[in-house]
């Protein structure tokens, strides 16, 4: 069920015409009676209707996403393109613009899949789409039916406005990113000719506004961590619970634990998440940045001071390091005997230009445990270069979000986990991401969380940014200049 709060922002944030507008504040619209509304009229009711599809992810059933944007896409002519994978439950969907084919095309990419909920910590239901407060409660809000949302509707609003278009623009919304294998890299091996592009926007940066509501910063992701998972396997004697040995297998792992509860590895920046930092030293508080600039410039000393501090921040201390997250423990069966092996699993997120060998070899070292083996049980995605800041898509979205938020600062960004660009990177093509809406420091912490949000006016904002990059990328040179 959808509410739409007489309270609520809704109707003038988003621009809807009067009369629905009005209808609007004042009636609780179930989701049967909105599927017969124009609710497509903006971001944030498009938004609400994606989130009541649930897409959790396992199972990850994306053709009702499908379903919901095929008729807005093919309404505009758009050439719609439903794409099955050997698992009936997902499917990846494209709309594709025809331009008048003179530049390769401009691809927007948004991954229709969430993950799951903890339900009882929401303070509402999270697959109701509810907006209350100027905002989209839901999962999925921020990451990324809020992106699907934004993406959609500034690529439908080219089509509205009869916008000549220089190159195709192609929307994907795409299975099975939170979870694999039916992901972007499946698709691109079996259906390359659908996906290929100049360069794709997907995933990845953010827009972080501080607590008035002015932006921060604006940070566009050029390149993704690495992710692999290490194992570390401890053999001991199997003997009788009642005589204990000193190599038992589960204090092996334990110490092994212990130690890696101590450890911290080396500071290591790419030239982009330096300068994502030397944002952050110019537009945090006083105290903040002189601690940002410490950490860049300071001294021995001052760096591991910084370091320390900076690093009570999970996301930013995930961006200046490879990091190490012990996440499964498995070992022993039954009371009374001591097993013979224990495992620890490791997931490993790795900064581009890291040796994924030498990080398994540095972990040996400092275990330092001949009763213990230490393996890359999977290793990372080849290594791709970072897309680079001169990509016109790039200089086209920094403009736009300067534009859109004249007191922020746009920095290139090395996001903290893996998105679906590995596809494209991969094969050279530039992919930049971003998370197209305003939100704080709280609202971002929600992603993958409790009570995931998006204010009405971010989307709308985070689409007319979107709008004028699509334009300024795609939209023909001659239709410019009329
Ligand atoms: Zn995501």
Redesign the pocket.
Known sequence: MLRVLRSSPLAWAVGLPFAYAAWCTTATVTAATAGAQPLTDSTALLLSRLIQANSSNPPGHTQQIADILGPLFRARGFQVDIVPTPDSAKVHFFARLKGNGSKKPLLLAA?ADVVGVEREKWSVDPFAGVIKDGAVYGRGAI??KGGIAVFARAALLLADRKVPLDRDVIFLAEAD??GAPMNTSWLARQHWDKMDAEFALN?GGWIIKREDGRVQYVSISTSDKRVMNVVLTAKGTSTHASMPLPDNALVTIGRALAKLGSYETPLEFTPDSRRFFETLAATSDAASGKLFTELLHGTAAQVSAADRAISRDALLHSLMRNTIAPVIVAGGFRSNVIPGSAEATLNVRLIPGSDPEAFVQSLRTLFNDPLLTVTMASAPAAATAASADTSLLYRALAAEAKAQWPEAQVTPYLFQAG?DAAAWRSRGIPVFGIYPYPISNDELRRMHGNDERVSVESLRQGTEMLYRTLVRVAGSTAGRSR
């Open positions: 991954h990451d990324f990113e939170e995933e998105t």
